[in-house]
T-cell receptor, first 114, second 119 residues
Framework: GDSVTQMEGPVTLSEEAFLTINCTYT??????LFWYVQYPGEGLQLLLK?????DKGSNKGFEATYRKETTSFHLEKGSVQVSDSAVYFC?????????????FGKGTRLSVIA | GAVVSQHPSRVICKSGTSVKIECRSL??????MFWYRQFPKQSLMLMAT?????????EQGVEKDKFLINHASLTLSTLTVTSAHPEDSSFYIC???????????????FGPGTRLTVL
């Protein structure tokens, strides 16, 4: 079945450092890809998404490009802030099946220190 | 934008009691909602898929008689934890899939979560 693998954390960076969180997927069809962020004690918020190959999702300085050839959707940010400290989840959705849930990676905890 | 609410946000109950958690899609219709459970510092574990007007589909290992799900309308699903025990303490998150005709079609939106503590 479909699956998502993302780099395990925790990741600790200094403020203004460059961030990359790797995410690769396995899917039989043509999934949509997502990054969700979870701040401490809160639910998940959609950070960005891409629905087809070569699409780039971006939001709040974060970017990720849907790479079909490498089945990847790596999350990047050029300069992280303390407020970016959170858990980041990569996920995919089978576009052709309305009743299937998102498939999540295990999450990567990011801590940004001043 | 699409908003999903959960109520209550926090609940503390005694062992043996039942707790109901509501999940509502506020500005879109959701024939399908999902219930997840999250343990501290772990990923989300899908518990069940809630379908409006029909029985929920439970994931393997999830007791349907303990976690009762009712999806009575296109905007409301409820999860009832029956005869709760301390091991049921967790963070429960619902999500709803927007299946209307707008730009968010088939996207999932998450509620803010409910933290359940069973004493």
């Amino acid at each position: 079945g479909d699956s998502v693998t993302q780099m395990e954390g925790p990741v600790t960076l200094s403020e203004e450092a460059f961030l990359t969180i790797n995410c690769t997927y396995t899917a039989t069809g043509y999934p949509s890809l997502f990054w969700y962020v979870q701040y401490p004690g809160e639910g998940l918020q959609l950070l960005l998404k891409a629905t087809k190959a070569d699409d780039k999702g971006s939001n709040k300085g974060f970017e990720a490009t849907y790479r079909k050839e490498t089945t990847s959707f790596h999350l990047e940010k050029g300069s992280v802030q303390v407020s970016d400290s959170a858990v980041y989840f990569c996920a995919l959705s089978d576009q052709n099946s309305g009743n299937t849930p998102l498939v999540f990676g295990k999450g990567t905890r990011l801590s940004v220190i001043a | 934008g699409a908003v999903v609410s959960q109520h209550p946000s926090r609940v503390i109950c005694k062992s043996g009691t039942s707790v109901k958690i509501e999940c509502r899609s506020l500005d879109f219709q959701a024939t399908t909602m999902f219930w997840y459970r999250q343990f501290p510092k772990q990923s989300l574990m899908l518990m069940a898929t809630s379908n409006e007007g029909s029985k929920a589909t439970y994931e393997q290992g999830v007791e349907k008689d303990k976690f009762l799900i009712n999806h009575a309308s296109l905007t409301l699903s409820t999860l009832t934890v029956t005869s709760a025990h301390p091991e049921d303490s967790s963070f429960y998150i619902c999500s709803a899939r927007d299946q209307g005709g707008g730009g968010n079609y088939n996207e999932q939106f998450f509620g803010p979560g409910t933290r359940l503590t069973v004493l």
